[in-house]
């Protein structure tokens, strides 16, 4: 399919794009890298009047390490965070999830901020921003304000964005010290959508699981520390929290599956595990 006829507004700095979007409102999208958007358009799941195309927009493209966070700007793609020297060191788990995101050449286009907007349940980088805490900072003509991860995720493909807010930047803590950070996902092929992802950290005091691509948006479970024997238990406890559903690439019961084994791996490698106890129940 083609997507409905639509006016093309090219906006030259934030200020165009949020002065375009209070006054189309609900009528006006923002493109950035466009890899979540123009799938859409073509199956005329959103048929917006105008595109505002931010790609340009050099006050957007940036990477701000300071005061304990990874601030990146909506212009800014997934390559050039993936290709930073130290982003090993400073957000770890971005540094594990990238390489998991579709193929090469959509990172090269697509952007951090369009895949947190666009709020896909099986994304990576969503579930990443979740599982640590971070934050969404919006922007409209005359205000901004900033949303922490789970206020800002309302389900799938929703999320509190009013229709004149521009998601201007989005915000990963870096990496505490002493914590551990792991990443892993199941997808039918590389570059797939996720049936199941998971993300893991561990630190002094608390473990903290994530989950994608089985509820309706990133779900995050946090407990204090606890032995690997009772792991297996709380991890089971959290599958079935999720609510998993039957659908055409995956049945409920292979969901929770990969929720209990993919998660007692992460949490093992958080905490240093190499026994491979607590394997999950059946389904």
Same mark, same amino acid.
């Given at each position: 399919?083609?997507?409905?006829?639509?006016?093309?507004?090219?906006?030259?700095?934030?200020?165009? *794009?949020?002065?375009?979007?209070?006054?189309?409102?609900?009528?006006?999208?923002?493109? *950035?890298?466009?890899?979540?958007?123009?799938?859409?358009?073509?199956?005329?799941?959103?048929?917006?009047?105008? %595109?505002?195309?931010?790609?340009?927009?050099?006050?957007?493209? #940036?990477?701000?390490?300071?005061?304990? /966070?990874?601030?990146?700007? +909506?212009?800014?793609?997934?390559?050039? $965070?993936? /290709?930073?020297?130290?982003?090993?060191?400073?957000? @770890?788990?971005?540094?594990?999830? $990238?390489?998991?995101?579709? !193929?090469?050449?959509?990172?090269?286009?697509?952007?951090?901020?369009?895949?947190?907007?666009?709020?896909?349940?099986?994304?990576?980088?969503?579930?990443?921003?979740?599982?640590?805490?971070?934050?969404?900072?919006?922007?409209?003509?005359?205000?901004?304000?900033?949303? @922490?991860a789970?206020?800002?995720?309302?389900?799938m493909?929703?999320?509190?964005?009013?229709?004149?807010?521009?998601?201007?930047?989005v915000?990963?803590?870096?990496? =505490?010290?002493?914590?551990? #950070? +792991?990443?892993?996902?199941?997808?039918?092929? !590389?570059?797939?959508?996720?049936?199941?992802?998971?993300?893991?950290?561990a630190?002094e005091?608390? %473990?903290?699981?994530?989950?994608g691509?089985?509820?309706?948006?990133?779900?995050?479970?946090? /407990?204090?520390?606890?032995? =690997?024997?009772?792991?297996?238990?709380?991890?089971?406890?959290?599958? /079935?929290?999720?609510?998993?559903?039957?659908d055409? !690439?995956?049945? *409920?019961?292979?969901?929770? !599956?990969?929720?209990?084994?993919?998660?007692?791996?992460?949490?093992?490698?958080?905490?240093?595990?190499?026994?491979? *106890?607590?394997? @999950?129940?059946?389904?």
């Open positions: 399919m083609k997507p409905q006829a639509f006016d093309y507004i090219r906006a030259e700095c934030a200020q165009d *794009a949020v002065e375009a979007l209070a006054e189309l409102g609900a009528d006006g999208r923002i493109l *950035a890298g466009g890899q979540s958007l123009m799938a859409v358009l073509n199956m005329r799941l959103a048929q917006p009047a105008a %595109l505002i195309d931010i790609s340009r927009a050099s006050d957007l493209d #940036y990477v701000k390490v300071e005061k304990g /966070w990874m601030t990146i700007g +909506a212009a800014t793609t997934q390559a050039s $965070i993936e /290709w930073r020297k130290d982003l090993a060191a400073e957000v @770890p788990m971005l540094a594990q999830a $990238i390489p998991f995101i579709s !193929h090469f050449q959509i990172r090269n286009r697509g952007t951090v901020c369009g895949s947190v907007a666009h709020a896909d349940p099986s994304a990576e980088l969503p579930l990443v921003l979740a599982a640590l805490g971070g934050e969404v900072l919006l922007r409209t003509r005359r205000k901004r304000r900033t949303l @922490p789970p206020d800002f995720f309302q389900g493909l929703m999320t509190a964005r009013a229709p004149d807010e521009l998601v201007e930047a915000r990963y803590p870096l990496a =505490a010290q002493g914590a551990r #950070y +792991a990443f892993d996902e199941f997808s039918s092929r !590389h570059g797939d959508f996720a049936i199941a992802s998971v993300a893991a950290v630190d005091r608390q %473990l903290t699981l994530a989950v691509g089985v509820a309706d948006r990133p779900t995050v479970q946090r /407990w204090p520390r606890m032995p =690997a024997a009772d792991m297996a238990a709380a991890v089971n406890d959290f599958a /079935w929290q999720l609510d998993a559903q039957d055409a !690439h995956a049945t *409920a019961v292979f969901r929770r !599956h990969l929720v209990r084994t993919l998660g007692m791996r992460v949490l093992h490698e958080v905490m240093g595990a190499t026994d491979g *106890a607590g394997r @999950p129940e059946d389904a």
